[in-house]
């Protein structure tokens, strides 16, 4: 069967005419090809929201603004109409609010409640009025002018100090102090060009000093091999044998002043007994007193005779005078 042209026409004009409605509900956020939840709010003042503007929720797009209208007829509200395009769901406590970026346009903005009952389709959601446009930008101007009136208020205090620093008063103080300053420098680049002159002397002392090293270098390693080769000889002596010998030495004499402090031995008994001195004092005296009467008498002792004589006695029984010459008494 052949189709007219007029069938044809006809035909692409009602496939166009659906897919234009189509598109225009599309564009107002209502898909007619699916069914989607509605949710009202009702605000007070909606300010630059318009229909098809975006309703987010933490800044993702969930829906739409469908249709706004007076919510009665003494306009104490403005009705808006919400096409949700998302099947999130929404606590029944969540406030919406209309958000006015200075960039862009207006919509809406969920803000999330912590109730465990979410809106239904129908249901009408709380809402909050926000700043607005203006209010947005008198919050971020006022930390701005605050900052601006403090920094004003610290120039005005420097600009004072200013003045007062250049008061006439005190401006030839000001003039003294640089004058010094100036006097100050001068006698300081004198005392760092004397420094100079003295920081180059010691250079070179030290210089000479490296060289006159350098140059004795082999006496000044011989010499260290000196004290190297006398160091490992210290080293190398048997100090400890000598220790020992000398700590046994010491006990040795420890023992004999012992023996000699408690009477063991003849010069124990000898340093120690009286009895013993005085015996020996006497013996000493017997002998001397002998000693001299040999002297005095010695015809007395070497006498020889065939007939014996008389003992005549008269023995010394005392020292005699040393002065006493032998032999000057005859007996």
Do not use: C, W
């Not at 607005?132 to 004003?152: F, W, Y």
């Not at 140059?215 to 000196?226: E, F, P, V, Y």
């Amino acid at each position: 069967m052949k189709i007219s042209n007029e069938t044809k026409v006809g035909v692409l004009t009602i496939v166009a005419v659906t897919l234009l409605i189509l598109g225009f509900n599309f564009l107002k956020g209502d898909n007619v090809l699916n069914k989607r939840r509605k949710i009202y709010a009702v605000f007070t003042e909606v300010g630059s929201l318009e229909k098809s503007n975006d309703v987010k929720i933490k800044g993702n797009s969930i829906g739409k603004v469908y249709e706004k209208g007076f919510s009665d007829n003494n306009a104490s509200g403005i009705l808006i109409t919400i096409n949700l395009t998302s099947n999130v769901n929404i606590p029944k406590n969540s406030v919406a609010t209309i958000a006015s970026p200075i960039a862009g346009t207006a919509y809406i903005n969920i803000q999330l409640g912590d109730s465990n009952v979410y809106l239904k389709n129908g249901d009408t959601i709380q809402t909050r009025l926000a700043g607005g446009l203006l209010g947005d930008l008198t919050s971020q101007v006022n930390p701005t002018l605050e900052k601006a009136r403090t920094a004003i208020d610290t120039l005005t205090a420097v600009l004072g100090s200013v003045n007062r620093l250049f008061d006439p008063t005190t401006k030839g103080n000001i003039q003294g102090i640089i004058n010094n300053l100036l006097v100050s420098s001068a006698s300081l680049k004198q005392l760092l060009d004397a420094e100079t002159g003295l920081l180059a002397k010691t250079i070179v002392n030290l210089n000479d000093v490296a060289g006159n090293l350098k140059n004795n270098n082999d006496t000044i390693t011989s010499i260290l091999h000196n004290v190297n080769t006398t160091t490992e000889k210290f080293a190398n002596l048997n100090l400890n044998r000598t220790l020992d010998s000398l700590q046994s030495t010491i006990t040795q004499l420890n023992d004999a002043v012992y023996k000699i402090n408690n009477n063991n031995g003849t010069l124990g008994l000898l340093m120690n007994d009286p009895k013993l001195y005085d015996n020996l004092r006497n013996l000493a005296l017997g002998l001397e007193i002998l000693v001299d009467d040999i002297k005095v008498h010695p015809k007395r002792y070497v006498n020889i005779s065939v007939f014996s004589k008389k003992d005549k006695g008269d023995y010394l029984t005392s020292p005699a005078k040393k002065d006493t010459v032998a032999g000057g008494n005859k007996r």
